[in-house]
């Protein structure tokens, strides 16, 4: 028995060593479900989901506006796809801090500062990509071009919200 203790210790020491934690108990993100229905247009190859509907949610998550700083304020990256990675991988950060995973999200919003559709489409794609869930689903969504974020060297900013059963 003091065995099993001491090895289900180094365990979870092992885990929070690694920066992981596991998602609460129960946790089965299919109880979220994405509708994309006959009356619109299907948005599922677009990378979003029209309708997503969630239920027995415990807990709802915010996640703020996520840009591509580092811990310290640092701007990374200087083109818009650069920086769209550091801010996907932000927004991981964020949903991982509370056991969260893609698969929780439900919604999302992507500002892009002097947003060019010539031009940004490529990147666009790739940040639904990140946010896919590992069924192929895809949260609601918006895009909204702004003509300038919190500082003018940031180029994209993307908030969430995840829930958890
Ligand atoms: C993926 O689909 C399977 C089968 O419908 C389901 O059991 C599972 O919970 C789903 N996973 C997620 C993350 O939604
Ligand atoms: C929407 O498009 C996706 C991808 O092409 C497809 O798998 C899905 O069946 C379509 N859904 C509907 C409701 O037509």
Redesign the pocket.
């Known amino acids: 028995m003091a065995h099993l203790v001491l090895l289900l210790a180094v365990a979870i020491c092992a885990a929070r060593a690694t920066g992981e934690i596991t998602p609460a108990e129960g946790a089965a993100p299919a109880d979220i479900e994405y509708i994309?229905?006959?009356s619109l247009l299907?948005?599922?190859?677009l990378g979003y989901t029209q309708v997503v509907t969630a239920a027995n949610v415990k807990k709802t998550v915010w996640i703020s506006g996520q840009t591509s700083q580092d811990t310290g304020g640092n701007v990374v990256g200087t083109t818009l796809e650069e920086q769209a990675d550091t801010t996907t991988a932000n927004v991981k950060k964020a949903l991982e801090a509370v056991g969260a995973t893609v698969d929780n999200i439900v919604h999302i919003q992507v500002f892009i500062a002097n947003y060019n559709p010539d031009t940004d489409i490529p990147t666009v794609a790739k940040v639904t990509k990140a946010f896919e869930g590992s069924n192929?689903t895809f949260p609601s969504a918006e895009l909204i071009g702004v003509q300038s974020l919190f500082s003018r060297e940031l180029l994209i900013e993307i908030n969430a919200v995840a829930v958890l059963p």
Request: hydrophobic share 10%; charged share 10%; no cysteine.
């Open positions: 994309n229905p006959p299907n948005a599922t190859e192929g």
